[in-house]
T-cell receptor, first 114, second 109 residues
Framework: IAGITQAPTSQILAAGRRMTLRCTQD?????MYWYRQDLGLGLRLIHY???????GKGEVPDGYSVSRANTDDFPLTLASAVPSQTSVYFC?????????????FGPGTRLTVL | QQQVKQSPQSLIVQKGGISIINCAYE??????FPWYQQFPGKGPALLIA?????SEKKEGRFTISFNKSAKQFSLHIMDSQPGDSATYFC????????FGIGTKLQVIP
């Protein structure tokens, strides 16, 4: 049982390059989320998807895009990376969208933009 | 604007002592308050959660105290152990979850 997998584990990227962070869950959860974690700022929601085929903007969506073509996959794309996007990125999922549903997190992707 | 304020940012506690982490919120629409625990190199994982209709919830050595009128809630870790060393996030949610900035706890032998 994998839960949530993220790839790559870490990446160093030149500014201006395009990058896609992958996220796959095998729990058949409806809702999925992308967060970035920065020291002193905690976890901030980038984008979310309440169900396959729908997406929404979180607290810090600028410079990022997502898609949800199916239940299992929720990739996050940086169209043109900038150094301020250096962070640890976590994908998460929950059974349903909604406040009382436990979120299950992946192991994270550490991204450095130079 | 930080919707969930968490303190302290770091905490050192002696083994066997009590660790206390505090959070405060502004939005009265929040109605679910989870705490997540994160070990180095791992993603956060749900530790314990409370709804505002109760003032306290206890699971083993972990207790959430909730003060609805003051819009404050706290995590107490009794008999703290070195294995509790981790980062703890409080959170509050209505339709989406808003996290605090996290508290790095170190329990020293």
């Amino acid at each position: 049982i994998a839960g949530i997998t993220q790839a790559p584990t870490s990446q160093i990227l030149a500014a201006g390059r395009r990058m896609t962070l992958r996220c796959t869950q095998d729990m058949r959860h409806n809702a999925m989320y992308w967060y970035r974690q920065d020291l002193g700022l905690g976890l901030r929601l980038i984008h979310y998807s309440n169900t396959a085929g729908t997406t929404g903007k979180g607290e810090v969506p600028d410079g990022y895009s997502v898609s949800r073509a199916n239940t299992d996959d929720f990739p996050l794309t940086l169209a043109s990376a900038v150094p301020s996007q250096t962070s640890v990125y976590f994908c998460a999922s929950s059974v349903l969208a909604g406040y009382s549903n436990e979120q299950f997190f992946g192991p994270g992707t550490r991204l450095t933009v130079l | 604007q930080q919707q969930v304020k968490q303190s302290p940012q770091s905490l050192i506690v002696q083994k066997g002592g009590i660790s206390i982490i505090n959070c405060a919120y502004e939005n009265t629409a929040f109605d679910y308050f989870p705490w997540y625990q994160q070990f180095p190199g791992k993603g956060p994982a749900l530790l314990i959660a409370i709804r505002p209709d109760v003032s306290e919830k206890k699971e083993g050595r972990f207790t959430i105290s909730f003060n609805k009128s003051a819009k404050q809630f706290s995590l107490h870790i009794m008999d703290s152990q070195p294995g509790d060393s981790a980062t703890y996030f409080c959170a509050a949610s209505s339709q989406k979850v808003t996290f605090g900035i996290g508290t790095k706890l170190q329990v020293i032998p």
